[in-house]
């Protein structure tokens, strides 16, 4: 059966159904698909009978589609959303966290080898020395436990035997791309081996900025990975690893545009910048906006002006060891022993006013030091002849984080009949042409430094047990007890103003000050441009984007808050296999069907809101309710998987904008009291024939706050309170709908053998905002404060050699160059602007392996 290309979209459902029947004509020349083992419920088993929504990729998969990194991973698994930058953010059906902080846990758990690893900036994995990734959806608050609401992603590495075998892998594309991954096995002993790996990855980066930071969006990642395996005997094995990572990157400049002129720091307050001479018609934000678009700077360039470099700085070390015992033919013991060190560097956090002037930056200006240990017991074992099957253990984790966060703020001018009506709690109305008495101060605090010390204990005590009810039904319960203690030390130490104020008014321009601004006194007034002398007396001499203001030690303010938060988590799943007498005749060669209902917790802690200090952000907790299938047909050629599920939250944690008691913007985190996901997913595989492979995926989700609401941001600015419903919105960075088709055809002779590959992803919309403003302004328009649908398509080309030990490829990702954005934030309430991050354009290279 032929039929022309169906392009991602309903399309791609149609596709999927009509692949299915499309089946009835595969005849005896076709495939077989490989039974997938995984250890989604910490034993081996066939993905086909787990009631898991799971995809599972193994090492070659990832080199048949050029996956030289998980986050490429996007493309393919269904309700999977990964986004690369300062915080590495992985979304699972809608749920994920996309600051970083360190105060707040990722919603995504990423294991390696049964380690957990805490943080999201260590989670993208390059794939060197990777056995398998698997994808597990929807919350597995049982046995992988923490931080789990959305899902998890379980990462296995080859492990040390007693063969010699080796491999190097050279890659080198556009934009100075060069790539080195190399392996060998290295047996010391009969029951003693190690192994060693090595993954260097650099290029120049593909977006320039026209400023004196080179290019960015840049890749620069070196590790090194040592393994040993000691096997004494049959029933005991112990494997250890060291993971040495370092990353020395540019991260992606992004451009500007302005989603509404109505913000706070526009005419919201109708706010006057550097450059602004009349404060009826400020032009000077737009204008700084307009430096950096992309309209003014043309294609794949950015204008960060003088700030610091973008860079990420991260160093890490893991020390793990694995220890098994099989202590009879139905009983296994597993500990899971791990420490975690990471030190990262300064960064150049956000930049509200979006351009290249240095109005606004808000910077991480010390190293960051963050410190993990993990223990973990599972023990599992089978009885009654093996229908049941347990697993129960315990989980304990000790981290420790420091986090510095500094913010500065330039002077704005305000019109002194702006400022009468501010005053009065208004909403200030136009200034007159020219305007009247030019006052020249801070929309916020000018300069405030931060430092957290932070300490997380967790432990949980987990049960797990299925059992056969009969050949074809297995019931499944499970139960964990987590409680994790949250202890947080802020201190923050502030601007000194009466410093500030002496030396603004030193020369005679300024007069004295009143409710934090001063009267500029010049003779031209407004035309003299006040707030640009005013910002020119204070500058950034140090180069580390935060102006240089006087601090009063005597503002320091230190808190500490402590509290335990604990949960139970359950689950229950019954899952059903049609019986082999009613499939004798049928295409179908097994199917499963499952129910599942289960629970999953991320911890609550403390966000620093202003002036008003630590606020205690409740947990986070999701109900889900599942059902799903599992078939193989056709011979087993055909393997189509889905699922459908309804998420309930409690207490989702969500950033946004909002204001302190004295009235300063802040963005902080908080919590939306009811929010939902309805969701539907399908994968296909499908082997035709021997030669051809097809695979597709496809799902749907539709998420919606039911009770969101806070305050209005200018109205909390002006003192006033008023209440902005938010529940009509939807959740940011993840698609309603994604979608994916892969073919892949293999030609073989005497030359050994070439396969073809092209891969075709597709994303509808995506909201990157935080505040309604933005929400309106994607309704409206989503390049405005998002991303339109939009499609990628790769493809791939390898030869492979008779004796399968040499192969090389010539690949092109986003064949098509298509333009679209990763993020990174709209917050159109407040600053006013978009900072848009590109994703890559076209990239094309060579890929060459050597095995010995």
Not at 1 to 26: E, H, Q, W, Y
Not at 785 to 797: I, K, N
């Amino acid at each position: 059966m032929t039929s022309r290309p169906v392009l991602p979209g309903k399309g791609l459902t149609a596709f999927v159904l009509l692949s299915a029947l499309a089946c009835n004509d595969i005849h005896a020349a076709s495939g077989t698909l490989e039974e997938v083992l995984v250890t989604a419920r910490k034993r081996s088993e066939s993905m086909q009978d787990i009631p898991i929504a799971v995809s599972a990729i193994s090492a070659d998969d990832l080199r048949d589609r050029g996956i030289s990194n998980t986050s490429e991973l996007t493309k393919s698994v269904p309700s999977l959303e990964i986004r690369k930058g300062q915080a590495n953010q992985i979304y699972i059906r809608g749920i994920g966290e996309r600051t970083g902080f360190a105060r707040v846990d990722p919603t995504v758990g990423v294991y390696l080898d049964d380690l957990f690893l805490p943080r999201s900036d260590g989670q993208l994995l390059d794939t060197v020395d990777i056995r398998s990734i698997q994808v597990l959806r929807g919350p597995q608050g049982t046995l992988f436990g923490k931080n789990t609401t959305g899902g998890a992603m379980v990462v296995s590495l080859l492990k040390p035997d007693d063969s010699d075998d080796a491999y190097v892998e050279l890659g080198l594309g556009n934009y100075a791309m060069n790539r080195l991954k190399a392996g060998i096995n290295i047996p010391i002993s009969d029951h003693f081996y190690s192994r060693a790996a090595i993954n260097i990855t650099k290029d120049d980066g593909y977006l320039e900025d026209i400023g004196p930071s080179g290019n960015t969006a840049s890749n620069d990642r070196q590790s090194l990975l040592l393994q040993t395996r000691w096997e004494p005997s049959e029933n005991f094995t112990l494997d250890t690893q060291a993971f040495l990572g370092k990353i020395r990157e540019m991260m992606t400049g992004t451009t500007c545009t302005v989603p509404n002129k109505n913000a706070l720091y526009y005419q919201g307050l109708w706010v006057a910048h550097s450059g602004d001479t009349d404060p009826s018609n400020p032009r000077a934000f737009q204008e700084n906006c307009d430096a950096n678009s992309r309209a003014r700077l043309g294609d794949l360039k950015t204008n960060l002006g003088e700030k610091p470099r973008l860079g990420k700085d991260l160093d890490t070390l893991l020390l793990a060891a694995t220890a098994e015992w099989q202590l009879s033919e139905s009983l296994n013991l597993k500990t899971v022993i791990g420490l975690r060190g990471e030190k990262e560097g300064p960064i150049h956090a956000s930049d509200p006013d979006g351009g290249p002037a240095l109005w606004t930056s808000y910077i991480n200006t010390e190293d960051s030091d963050r410190r993990s240990y993990s223990f973990e017991v599972q023990l599992n074992g089978d009885a009654i002849g093996q229908r049941l099957r347990y697993t129960v253990g315990f989980f304990a984790m000790q981290e420790t984080n420091t986090e510095n966060f500094s913010t500065s703020n330039a002077f704005r001018g305000i019109d002194a009949q702006t400022l009468a009506e501010i005053a009065a709690s208004s909403n200030p109305t136009q200034p007159l042409p020219g305007g009247t008495v030019p006052l020249v101060g801070f929309i916020g605090a000018p300069l405030v430094v931060s430092d957290f010390d932070l300490e997380n204990s967790t432990g949980a005590l987990f049960a797990q047990a299925s059992f056969d009810i009969s050949e074809q039904l297995e019931l499944t319960l499970g139960y964990r007890i987590t409680a994790e203690q949250r202890h947080s030390e802020l201190s923050t130490t502030e601007a000194d103003m009466d410093a500030i104020g002496q030396q603004l008014t030193l020369g005679g321009l300024f007069g004295p000050g009143a409710s934090g601004f001063y009267p500029y006194l010049g003779p031209l007034r407004w035309l003299d441009d006040p707030v640009g002398l005013a910002n020119q007396i204070f500058t950034d001499a140090d180069g580390d984007a935060l102006i240089d203001y006087p601090l009063d030690p005597d503002s320091t303010r230190s808190e500490m808050r402590e509290e335990t938060f604990r949960q139970s988590t359950p689950m229950v799943s019954l899952a059903y296999n049609l019986p082999d007498h009613w499939l004798a005749d049928a295409p179908i060669n097994s199917a499963m069907f499952y129910a599942t209902w289960s629970r999953g917790f991320k911890s609550g802690f403390f966000e620093p809101r202003g002036v008003d200090g630590l606020q205690r952000i409740e947990p986070e907790v999701v109900t889900n309710h599942e059902l799903g299938f599992k078939i193989d047909a056709f011979d087993r050629s055909v393997r189509l998987n889905g699922a459908v599920y309804a998420m309930d939250f409690e207490d989702q944690q969500l950033i946004s904008v909002g204001a302190d008691s004295a009235q300063n913007v802040v963005v902080v985190f908080g919590n939306a009291g009811q929010s939902e996901i309805r969701g539907s997913e399908l994968e296909l595989l499908w082997l035709p024939t021997i030669q051809l492979q097809i695979n597709a995926s496809l799902s749907i989700n539709n998420y919606r706050y039911t009770e969101f609401s806070e305050l209005d941001l200018q109205s909390a600015v002006l003192g006033r309170e008023e209440i902005v419903d938010r529940s009509k919105e939807t959740f940011p960075v993840s698609p309603d709908k994604s979608a994916a088709i892969g073919a892949q055809y293999t030609w073989s002779g005497d030359y050994g053998l070439i396969i073809s590959r092209l891969d075709l992803s597709y994303k509808s919309e995506i909201f990157y905002g935080f505040d309604p403003g933005s929400y309106a302004a994607f309704k409206n328009d989503p390049a405005m404060a998002g991303q339109p649908a939009y499609h990628l398509l790769d493809a791939r080309l390898s030869w492979q050699n008779s004796e399968g030990d040499l192969s090389l490829s010539a690949w092109v990702k986003n064949l098509s160059d298509e333009r679209y954005r990763i993020g990174v934030v709209a917050v159109a309430d407040s600053s006013g602007v978009y900072n848009e991050g590109w994703g890559e354009p076209r990239m094309f290279g060579i890929d060459l392996r050597q095995e010995f």
